[in-house]
């Protein structure tokens, strides 16, 4: 029923933002109480937690990349994004916007993913 679409760049050049904005439908982000996040994975690599926004706008952001990686959001549009500073070859990447639920590591709705390739 919730539905998740992230929409942004498939190519990014080297040292150049990403940025990325996924669109939920069928529930509303501000709704009690779930994190809507971004999850990554490198190609032949395993999955990657990157951060996410609480309905009330809370942000957490996991460490390793706290330092280049913020997450919004637009409660007028339903929408949360996610920006990833000075791109490299390593964030080459399916990027998913997931939603999860307060307290757990449990993500019950997932987008269809975002390749999104580091140009050379």
């Known amino acids: 029923q919730v539905q998740l679409q992230e929409s942004g760049p498939g190519l990014v050049k080297p040292s150049q933002a990403l940025s990325l904005t996924c669109d939920v439908s069928?529930?509303?982000?501000?709704?009690?109480?779930?994190?809507w996040g971004w999850i990554r994975q490198p190609p032949g690599k395993g999955l990657e937690w990157m951060g996410a926004?609480?309905?009330?706008?809370?942000?957490d952001v996991s460490p390793s990349l706290k330092s280049r990686t913020s997450i919004g959001r637009d409660t007028s549009k339903n929408q949360f994004t996610l920006h990833l500073s000075t791109m490299t070859p390593e964030d080459a990447a399916v990027y998913y916007c997931?939603?999860?639920?307060?307290?757990?590591?449990?993500?019950?709705?997932w987008g269809q993913g975002n390749q999104v390739t580091d140009s050379k």
């Open positions: 997931t939603r999860a639920t307060d307290g757990t590591e449990k993500f019950d709705y």
């Open positions: 069928g529930g509303s982000i501000t709704s009690k109480f779930y994190w």
């Open positions: 926004i609480e309905y009330s706008g809370r942000i």
